[in-house]
């Protein structure tokens, strides 16, 4: 190859390439169907130079061919074509190397200038696909910023609202409690007086039934006695006629038949001519006279018949008296058992209305933690155990105590003069446990949703079923008060259910006990068993 002759690259992007090449596509960026017709003609141009520079090329080396293997040297060329023609000769090969050189530079000028326009192009393109990236990355942090503080401010406002709304319906539920406790304690007053006015009627119609049944059972004693003296009259009746019918006999009257009739129609006559009607001689019949005696004994008698015996009225006979229904005399025990109630009703009512309480607010800390988080369960909703039954401990504790203080009252002592211990402890322990076991294990066996079970379950126990405990325990915490106030004394059980138990029926026959030993079915005081209201009181 000649001096001087640049070198031809042999690196270069070839016509396909540039055509094919591809770009990213963003948004907002260069129009791609611009770029791709652009760097088609930069193709076409750059193609038209390669053939060109091939044309060149061939033309080069077949020059050089002859060059190489010229037929004669110069001299004998020179000499057979003189100078002139050597001249022109060594011009041609002189403008064919300029003419390579020149398409060389001219190929890699325009190479450079494709390859420089392509890259700037591109760095363009990049420069605003990143600029558009970090628009669209700005935004979408900016509306991820506002979403956040949006939604902060929503929940803030939805929690605020939850808030008012809860502690309204609180304090509604509350004086609507209020309020039907307070309608119930009128019905109840109302109910009371009711039956103390049906007691009284009650009674005054027992009286009045008894004063008629004695009535009754005298007019039965006279009547007996008239009947048993007509019967003994009529015997004494008959005898004096047969003895008034001797005496007419005797003084010459004739015989009056036994039928009552005179001896012939026309009224036979005695001595005398006059008529026999006593008076005027003529004895009376039997029939007659006892006709007078059923009709009346101050009718006086016949005047030939001996006046009839004064008949002593026989002693009237005890008459069967009408069964009558015993009235309902109140027990010896009422009284104590009155004196427990105006004690202990106003500690259970406090002690019911604050378990309550605490099961409200208990059920709501768990829709709150269900709220946040649906599905759960076991331990993470309910908390620990003890933590639980201590919430229930707390609202029941005090009441209790106050129970216990009213047992001591009841057995004689001052309020606040023996000392609770732990037995009080015991019993409100034991209410916890027992709410909290049976709330548990009615949320935890449930099929429905757990939301639906928590409502259920606390529903259940805010009704006559919490009462019915409540009211075991304070009369537990009121037994104990009493058999503490007695520590040395007896004490005995009384039966309040109409319907008891026979373990209470079996306590209450032992008599009295001493407060330390228990009774015969082993319970120390009541309750003997759930719903048992009797009472324990010194002998």
Known sequence: MPEGRAPISSSRVSTGDIARHSFAI???????????????????????????EQELREAVALAEERAAHPVVDEATLTASLGQHSAQILRHAHEEAARIVVQAQEGASTLLREAQSQVDELQARTE????????????????AEQEARAERERIRTDVDADAERIIS?????????LEQVQEARRRVL??????????????????????????????????????????????????????????QARLHGTPEVPLTGTPADEGGERG?????????????????ELFARIRAGRDEPAPAQVAPLPEVPAPAAEPAAQPEVEPEAVAGPDDPLIERRQQLLAPVTAQ?????????????????????????????????????????FVSAAHGHLVDAFGAGTVFGGREAGSVPVGTAVDQTASGLARTVVTMLRRRIEDGREDVGERVGAAYREWRGERIERLVGDFAVQAFSVGVATATPGGKVRWIVTNADGCSDCEDNALAGAVAASEGFPTGHPYPPAHSGCRCLVAPS
Do not use: C, W
């Open 189 to 246: 007053s109302d109910l009371a007086a009711r039956r103390r006015t049906l007691s009284i009627q009650i009674e005054q119609l027992r009286a009045a039934r008894d004063e008629m049944a004695a009535s009754v059972s005298g007019v039965r004693d006279t009547v007996d006695g008239i009947l048993s003296q007509l019967e003994r009259s009529d015997g004494q009746a008959r005898a004096a006629a047969l003895a008034a019918g001797d």
């Open 168 to 176: 309204r319906a609180k304090d509604e539920g509350r004086a609507l």
């Open 271 to 287: 001595e005398g001519g006059e008529s026999g009607d006593g008076l005027d001689g003529t004895a009376p019949s039997v029939d």
């Open 351 to 391: 002690l019911s209305r604050h378990i309550k309480r605490a099961l409200g607010d208990d059920q709501n800390r768990l829709l709150d933690v269900l709220r946040s988080a649906p599905a759960t369960q076991g331990e993470a909703l309910f908390g620990s155990e003890e933590a639980h039954m201590a919430v």
């Open 127 to 142: 420069s605003a696909s990143a600029e558009r990236v970090v628009e669209v990355e700005l935004m979408v942090a900016n």
């Open 26 to 52: 963003v948004r907002r960026g260069f129009d791609a169907d611009e770029v791709r017709a652009y760097l088609q003609s930069v193709a076409r141009g750059i193609e038209a130079f390669e053939e060109r």
